[in-house]
């Protein structure tokens, strides 16, 4: 397991360089039936720093020029100016998922929530992995398998789509697919979500097109509806400070 782990992550660029790092930014656009389903409006070209070693998330000039929403894990989302000054916050965020109006449209403050976990997960995997608390088995892992499969187990300290999910990593130990339950979304929420066009960021490899359809029976994707697309134009890895 310790070895499989290990090739893993050194395929998306190893475990020292990843703790070299404290934050990352990256510039994505994204769409699909989910933005269209909760009326929010497609992202382009919109600019996001994520903490590497916390739930830590800003989205840039969003929801407006100046303005910049900033979600720690499920603790707490909030809006600030330009000067700081908070505009809108919302502890628990999760929680507030709980209300029915968010099964027909969600506000700026509920996209921010879910963008930004769902966004710190993604560009964090797989080194998350390491995170204190998880648990990873390989459920899958033979010669004759295509893909070797990971079963992971987060801890309630990890804000993630659901609790546990599946990986599915390629011959070359790069992520091709995660499986999950998109909880806030709803209990039907059932995801397939694929990684592609894997580019080099300074020591980091990672996919710069994510596509995500509804999961049918026998674990086969819908790819008539993309309930969520997002491509990533750049990604700048930061060096954490002597």
């Known amino acids: 397991m310790l070895k499989k782990l290990a090739e893993i992550i050194d395929a998306h660029g190893g475990q020292a360089y990843w703790n070299s790092l404290d ?3 990256i510039e994505i ?3 699909g039936f989910l933005f269209t389903a909760k009326g929010v409006p497609p992202l382009s070209h919109v ?3 994520l ?3 916390r739930p830590e998330v800003s989205i840039h000039d969003y929801p407006a020029p100046g303005q910049t929403t900033r979600s720690i894990g499920d603790e707490r989302v909030e809006i600030v100016d330009e000067h700081g000054n908070v505009l809108q916050e919302r502890t628990r965020p999760r929680e507030a998922f709980r209300r029915l109006r968010r099964f027909f449209r969600w506000d700026t403050l509920d996209f921010a929530y879910f963008s930004g976990y769902a966004m710190w997960g993604y560009m964090t995997m797989p080194f998350l992995f390491l995170h204190e608390g998880v648990e990873v088995a390989v459920a899958s892992d033979s010669e004759s398998d295509e893909y070797t499969m990971l079963s992971v187990k987060f801890p309630d300290t990890v804000p993630a789509h659901s609790a546990r999910q599946d990986f599915y990593f390629d011959k070359g130990h790069r992520l091709h697919r995660l499986d999950y339950t998109a909880e806030v979304v709803g209990s039907w929420a059932k995801a ?3 990684c592609e066009s894997y580019q080099r960021f300074a020591g980091l490899s990672l996919p710069t097109l994510r596509r995500v359809y509804p ?3 026998f674990n086969k994707p819908m790819r008539l509806i993309t309930l969520v697309a997002i491509d990533i134009h750049d990604v700048i890895p930061h060096i954490a400070k002597s």
Do not use: N
């Open 23 to 25: 934050s990352i930014e």
């Open 29 to 31: 656009s994204a769409s």
């Open 47 to 49: 600019r996001m720093t």
């Open 51 to 53: 903490c590497t070693t």
């Open 192 to 194: 397939a979500h694929f």
């Open 215 to 217: 999961k049918l029976f």
